[in-house]
């Protein structure tokens, strides 16, 4: 269901507030923020679940409960608003999924890697293809020592599902830039996953 603008805004403004709280040591505020952020958590999972085997053990619902207790143990972090909160957050659900495969494989001795579908937002020509997470997480950290604005990027758009005005908003840069970038990480990533395989 979508809020009015009016409703948005005051969620928006109290989210804020809260995250402040949170970063000044206020625990209470924890308790306060996660009904306000819930729902943008839950999608975020469900979008990085849906590029997930079938069968993984771990549903949306635990990885929303994991990633919210290390986000609200992150007393470093200078929340800077809602998009910087969920851009946070699907970062540790990446490397919580990414840690989860690293584990099945360890166990399994690097035999049965872990598959996820690249869809039509990362691969140029709009067609749906499987990757090892594990070797996608290599390649991203790759990028990170390369460019770490495109890394962001590709966290933001692909793994957190903010558009392109919400990844500039989150890193002070114009949109025209995320597009350029964006086109770029995208096609050194994909480069990087056919020469892995």
């Not at 840690?99 to 690097?110: E, V």
Request: a negative charge; glycine letters at 4%; proline letters at 3%.
């Amino acid at each position: 269901m979508e809020l009015p603008n009016q409703e948005k805004r005051r969620v928006s403004d109290e989210t804020i507030q809260l995250l402040a709280a949170l970063s000044r040591g206020e625990t209470d505020a924890a308790e306060k923020l996660l009904p306000l952020v819930y729902n943008e958590l839950k999608g975020i999972a469900a979008r990085q679940m849906q590029r997930e085997r079938s069968d993984h053990t771990l549903q949306p619902t635990a990885l929303v409960h994991e990633a919210y207790l290390k986000l609200i143990d992150q007393n470093r972090v200078e929340w800077q608003g809602r998009a910087h909160f969920c851009a946070i957050a699907a970062n540790v659900m990446r490397r919580i999924l990414v840690d989860y495969a690293r584990q099945k494989n360890a166990a399994k001795r690097g035999a049965g890697a872990q598959k996820i579908a690249i869809d039509e937002n990362l691969t140029p020509d709009q067609a749906s293809r499987d990757v090892d997470l594990v070797a996608l997480d290599d390649a991203l950290e790759r990028l990170t020592a390369l460019n770490p604005r495109h890394a962001r990027i590709v966290e933001l758009r692909y793994f957190g599902g903010l558009t392109v005005e919400e990844t500039a908003a989150a890193l002070d840069i114009s949109a025209s830039t995320v597009k350029n970038d964006w086109r770029a990480a995208k096609a050194w990533l994909l480069t990087q996953l056919e020469e892995a395989e």
